[in-house]
C-alpha cells in the first residue's frame, strides 16, 4: 500500500519553461510534506517543505503548493535550468507515520538546453 | 561542517551472508535513520535510532538490526542475506527524533549487491 505517489516516472521540460511535479498521498494524519533532490551517485538532498496548514510555500526558483482535500501536493520550478535535471523525490511525515519519511517513487526531471 | 558519511561505497555479498554498513551523522546530529532505496524505487524507511536506542521502525524483519555509538555514529547489520535485499542503503541524520520540519541529512548510501 504505496501512501506517497508520484505518477510520472519522468518529466522533459525545455530550459527556461515551468517544471510541474506531482505527488498525492492517502495518508490524512501526514502534516509535513518534503521534496528531496537526488544527483547520481548522491544522497537525496532537500529542496523545500511545506506544513498542513499552508498551502503555498516558496522559496526562490522553487514553490510548493498543498491541496489537503485532494491529498495533492506539486513542486513547481520557474525557470528550469539544466542543473536541475535530477530525480525529484516527494516525502511526507507526521501523524501515525511517526519519525520516519515516506517517499514517493521519484520523477526524473530532463531540463533540455 | 561535515556532511554524512557512509562506508563503504559499494559491496557485493552472497546470498546467505553477513552484511555491516556504516555511518557517521553530521556534526551535531543525535538521531540517525536508515533507509532502503531497491532500483527505480523510492526510499524506505528501515529504521531510527536515537540516544543509541531504536526509535521507530518500518516495515523489515529482524535480520536488519541497528547499532548506535556515543559518538551517534551507526551501524545497520543485515543477516542471511536475500537476493532482495540489493538495493542502495542510505543513512540519513537529523538534529533530533522529530524537529519541526522533519528534515533530514542523507549520505550517499552504501550500494549493495547480492548475488
Redesign the interface.
Same mark, same amino acid.
Given at each position: 500500500d504505496q501512501q506517497v505517489k508520484q505518477n510520472s516516472p519522468s518529466l522533459s521540460v525545455q530550459e527556461g519553461r515551468i517544471s510541474i511535479l506531482n505527488c498525492d498521498y492517502t495518508n490524512s494524519m501526514f502534516d509535513y510534506f518534503l521534496w528531496y533532490k537526488k544527483y547520481p551517485a548522491e544522497g537525496p538532498t532537500f529542496l523545500i517543505s511545506i506544513s498542513s496548514i499552508k498551502d503555498k510555500n516558496e522559496d526562490g526558483r522553487f514553490t510548493v503548493f498543498l491541496n489537503k482535500s485532494a491529498k495533492h501536493l506539486s513542486l513547481h520550478i520557474v525557470p528550469s535550468q539544466p542543473g536541475d535535471s535530477a530525480v525529484y523525490f516527494c516525502a511526507a511525515s507526521g501523524g501515525n507515520a511517526g519519525n520516519m519519511l515516506t517517499f514517493g517513487g521519484g520523477t526524473r526531471l530532463m531540463v533540455k538546453p | 561542517e561535515t556532511g554524512?558519511t557512509q562506508s563503504p561505497t559499494h559491496l557485493i555479498k552472497t546470498r546467505g551472508q553477513q552484511v555491516t554498513l556504516r555511518c557517521s551523522s553530521q556534526s551535531g546530529h543525535n538521531t540517525v535513520?536508515w $533507509?532502503q532505496q531497491a532500483l =527505480? /524505487? !523510492?526510499? /524506505?524507511?528501515i529504521f /531510527?535510532y536515537y540516544r543509541e536506542e531504536e526509535? !521507530?521502525r !518500518?516495515n523489515f524483519p529482524p535480520r536488519f538490526s541497528g547499532l548506535q555509538f556515543p559518538n551517534y555514529s551507526s551501524e545497520l547489520n543485515v543477516n542471511a542475506l536475500e537476493l532482495d535485499d540489493s538495493a542502495l542503503y542510505?543513512c540519513?541524520s537529523s538534529l533530533a527524533?522529530?524537529t519541526a520540519? $522533519?528534515? /533530514? $541529512?542523507? !549520505?550517499? =548510501?552504501t550500494r549493495l549487491t547480492v548475488t
Open positions: - | 554524512v535513520s $533507509y =527505480g /524505487q !523510492g526510499p /524506505q524507511f /531510527q526509535n !521507530g !518500518g542510505l540519513a527524533p522529530r520540519t $522533519y528534515e /533530514q $541529512y542523507f !549520505g550517499p =548510501g
